[in-house]
């Protein structure tokens, strides 16, 4: 019986490679395809897949709050996290968010096919690296920063997303069909719930974290 896979990541030539290889395999089969954390969640509603693999920095809903939606609709769906991110608070939200596994993207092919198979089998996996973070207790450390943008609104994490890529507040306005006022009053929100001062601030923030790239 094959098992079958939901792929979540916003960047499409990742996200068509990584189905076009997994492809190759007997086993796999690919059900379904999404470019963000709200699709992803659709999605899977849809298609009922064994296994999503979960990007983190998606628009619309990124991928500790899709999984944990997700998880609480569908909880026999295991979510293997499959992320550039290697910092600890990341691992450890998608941990609580109820991941099965952590891999990150630079991964080989036959690790994420493992990976896929031992989620499957309802076992636990993650990498090396993140093992060694858990078994020194890393992981269960709070950020000194307190508060990330995964406890953001969805639409919080919208607009986030939008402003570190560098979008005026007029021209997120348009995008959302929303007032100039209602995209300032969340802009507002996040800078306070970041603890960061401006907009260029929180897209120095959003670079550090990997959530967007000079790319």
Request: with cysteine; glycine share 6%; charged share 25%.
């Amino acid at each position: 019986m094959p098992i079958n896979i939901l792929i979540a990541d916003d960047h499409s030539l990742f996200r068509k490679g990584i189905a076009n290889l997994l492809s190759e395999a007997e086993n796999i089969t690919i059900v379904a395809e999404a470019e963000n954390g709200q699709e992803a969640v659709d999605k899977a509603r849809e298609f009922n897949p064994d296994v999503v693999i979960m990007d983190i920095g998606m628009p619309v809903l990124n991928g500790v709050n899709a999984t944990a939606k997700l998880l609480a609709e569908m909880p026999q769906v295991k979510v293997i996290a499959l992320s550039m991110h290697t910092d600890t608070h990341y691992v450890r939200e998608m941990l609580e968010a109820g991941v099965s596994g952590y891999l990150f993207k630079n991964c080989d092919y036959k690790e994420l096919i493992t990976a896929i198979e031992t989620v499957f089998a309802g076992k636990k996996y993650l990498n090396e690296q993140i093992t060694e973070m858990v078994i020194h207790g890393y992981l269960g450390k709070k950020d000194p920063i307190g508060v990330t943008e995964a406890e953001l609104t969805e639409r919080e994490s919208e607009i986030f997303k939008l402003l570190a890529e560098g979008k005026s507040v007029r021209e997120i306005a348009d995008v959302l069909f929303v007032s100039v006022k209602t995209v300032g009053t969340h802009r507002q929100h996040i800078l306070d719930k970041l603890n960061l001062k401006t907009t260029t601030d929180l897209i120095k923030y959003a670079l550090q974290k990997g959530i967007i790239s000079l790319d």
